[in-house]
T-cell receptor, first 114, second 116 residues
């Protein structure tokens, strides 16, 4: 069975600083990997996803993530944080070619300070 | 173009009562998924439905929980005889066809169930 570990339940960065949210996965077969963002009292919005091909994936709002098979990681980054990035971020994995049965991490709450 | 609509957004039930959560998928979507988020945990898959069919219910608790997606109307997640451990956020998602990796599923804003 697949699993996802997000290191750090809370991350705080200054506005303009680099954002790095860590995600490690466990899967016995090639995974499909996703990052979702959840703003307060809202649903989850897909930031980006890795299926096959290029391992550096670019998403919305300036975020990107790199799939590193050797490290079983899919860390999310953004060069310069903005106040509007404050939210909860979830990493997820699916296997078997379907995105319907996702396994989520426990989430990382990103705080952006002035 | 409305997104996935869930209601109620917040529901309070006493132990032993029934909870019904409704989900209207995005227009044109015929595939619905329910996920549950327990406090301090990630979302967990519960069930995947198409119109009038349950495709995968491997994440549903064996007792008290049921889901349906009728030909007409919203999908319903029903929890009978609720217990405190059912307190959670329940998220619905939908897609236009089966959510293969190239497709995207769209989440609603969630329904927060509190059992007192």
């Amino acid at each position: 069975a697949q699993s996802v570990t997000q290191l750090g339940s809370h991350v705080s960065v200054s506005e303009g600083a680099l954002v790095l949210l860590r995600c490690n996965y466990s899967s016995s077969v090639p995974p499909y990997l996703f990052w979702y963002v959840q703003y307060p009292n809202q649903g989850l919005q897909l930031l980006l996803k890795y299926t096959t091909g290029a391992t550096l994936v670019k998403g919305i709002n300036g975020f990107e993530a790199e799939f590193k098979k050797s490290e079983t990681s899919f860390h999310l980054t953004k060069p310069s944080a903005h106040m509007s990035d404050a939210a909860e971020y979830f990493c997820a994995v699916s296997v078997g070619g379907t995105a319907s049965k996702l396994t989520f991490g426990t989430g990382t709450r990103l705080q952006v300070t002035l | 173009n409305a997104g996935v609509m869930q209601n109620p957004r917040h529901l309070v039930r006493r132990r032993g009562q029934e909870a019904r959560l409704r989900c209207s998928p995005m227009k044109g979507h015929s595939h619905v998924y329910w996920y549950r988020q327990l406090p301090e945990e990630g979302l967990k898959f519960m069930v995947y439905l198409q119109k009038e069919n349950i495709i995968d219910e491997s994440g549903m608790p064996k007792e008290r929980f049921s889901a349906e997606f009728p030909k007409e109307g919203p999908s319903i997640l029903r929890i009978q005889q609720v217990v405190r451990g059912d307190s959670a956020a329940y998220f619905c998602a939908s897609s236009s066809y089966e959510a293969f990796a190239g497709n995207t599923i769209y989440f609603g804003e969630g329904s927060w169930l509190t059992v007192v």
